[in-house]
């Protein structure tokens, strides 16, 4: 944040971090004084001169695009990041992350507990391509560095695991990958800024699908990968333009917009995710339930530590009575304001069938594994009152 004049930031002013949702790397327009940054809707930038190419940035939209380049900044300076890459999807961000760090012969030592596109791109494609992978368990440490060997470039972790809420000890691991001269790259969608800034713990990379949380509306798709110095985030944009997967202006402008109410949307929904697995807990058709927030969360000391600001993020999951049938039965049967639908950190409150619906591209037995049956349900909290989304949930329990 820069600029003098009317609307310029005081010098040496630390600013809040709602502020920061609101304002971070965005000036006015210098032409115009517009307070939202522009759509720069243009393929091409004309240049003044051959000896002057990029004198003002910019040349082709495929490797830069000044509306991304505002949300990049943005996003950056939320995460306490060197710098910020934004392309056109979250896989699009992991991918972009693994061909950056990893080529033939190297292997990665990755969470058993993933989004189910990050574990079909390392497990079919990557594994193709010569690249080895180990599945973990991350919530020991001990376990993430026994799996490495000497070809190890790259440690992927992900907190909370998406779908099983598992957390990685981010100051752990990334203590664990620096003593052996490995990067570390966190996928903290689940977590967004708000509750955890992995750089903050030492990690090297931090994925986010933008499309959930920083959106937080079900309106766009997109993904950013932010570095945690200038010459990995160069390295991140460098790929960027080779795999041509930048996102667009006008999704960059949706979601400058829609960050400036994480912060707000965030808390509510934590706040309604602790009041519904508390609800869950009490109801006798529920086997199991959970949520970081819960006193009975096996990693609740890490959680208690980890999370900032006493929230412990949106979603949670639980298990009925009478199995796979039942679950399913639940998952069909709920009525509004809950929707049977993928995705997640929206306003709308989100049931999801992870066996079906986002996790049905990994093997069978890897789900049962690390406990994602047919009957898992992964719910994502809204902002819609909360005591509507409870009578709702419990109708749906009590008709089973």
């Known amino acids: 944040m820069s600029g003098k004049g009317a609307g310029s930031w005081p010098e040496g002013v630390e600013m809040g971090y709602a502020t920061q949702l609101v ?8 032409k115009t004084g517009a307070i939202l940054t522009p759509i720069y809707q243009a393929t ?20 830069a695009n000044p509306t991304v380049k505002a949300l990049e900044a943005k996003i950056a300076q939320l995460e306490n990041g060197a710098g910020a890459c934004c392309v056109c999807t979250g896989m699009a961000a992991t991918v972009t992350v693994m061909t950056a760090t990893l080529k033939a012969g190297d292997h990665c030592v990755i969470t058993d507990c993933s989004y189910g596109g990050t574990n079909r791109a390392a497990r079919v494609m990557f594994s193709d391509l010569g690249i080895t992978f180990s599945f973990v368990d991350f919530r020991d440490p001990a376990i993430v560095e026994a799996a490495i060997r000497p070809n190890t470039k790259l440690i992927f972790s992900e907190t909370p695991a998406n779908p099983t809420l598992t957390l ?5 691991v990334s203590a664990i990958a620096k003593a052996h001269g490995i990067l570390h790259a966190c996928d903290s969608t689940f977590s967004t800024p708000i509750m955890v800034k992995p750089i903050d713990h030492g990690c090297d990379l931090v994925i986010q699908s933008l499309t959930k949380y920083y959106d937080g509306h079900n309106q766009t798709v997109g993904g ?17 333009n080779i795999h041509g997967n930048i996102l667009s202006p006008q999704c960059s402008f949706y979601v400058l917009q829609a960050t400036k109410t994480m912060g707000l949307r965030f808390k509510q929904q934590c706040a309604t995710a602790q009041k519904v697995a508390e609800f869950l807990e009490t109801h006798p058709k529920v086997q199991t339930v ?24 949106t979603m949670l999951w639980f298990e009925v009575a009478g199995g796979t049938e039942a679950g399913r039965k639940l998952m069909d049967s709920v009525q509004r304001p809950w929707s049977l639908c993928e995705n997640l950190g929206a306003t709308e409150s989100i049931i999801t069938c992870p066996a079906v619906m986002t996790h049905a591209n990994m093997l069978q037995e890897d789900r049962l594994k690390v406990g994602i049956t047919d009957g898992f349900v992964r719910v994502s909290c809204g902002i819609e ?5 409870l009578r709702a949930l419990k109708t749906a329990l009590d008709n089973l």
Not at 168 to 172: E, G, K, M, V, Y
Not at 224 to 240: G, N, P
Not at 290 to 313: M, N
């Open 23 to 30: 304002h971070a790397g965005i000036d006015p327009d210098e």
């Open 44 to 63: 091409t930038y004309v240049q003044e001169s051959v000896d002057k190419y990029l004198a003002k940035g910019f040349s082709y939209s495929r490797t």
């Open 168 to 172: 990685t000890d981010l100051d752990a």
């Open 224 to 240: 950013a990968v932010i570095s945690a110095t200038k010459e990995l985030d160069e390295r991140m944009h460098f790929y960027q």
């Open 290 to 313: 959970h949520y970081p927030g819960l006193a009975s969360f096996p990693q609740k000391e890490l959680a208690d530590r980890q999370h900032k600001g006493g929230v412990h993020g």
């Open 385 to 389: 009152d909360t005591d509507d989304l």
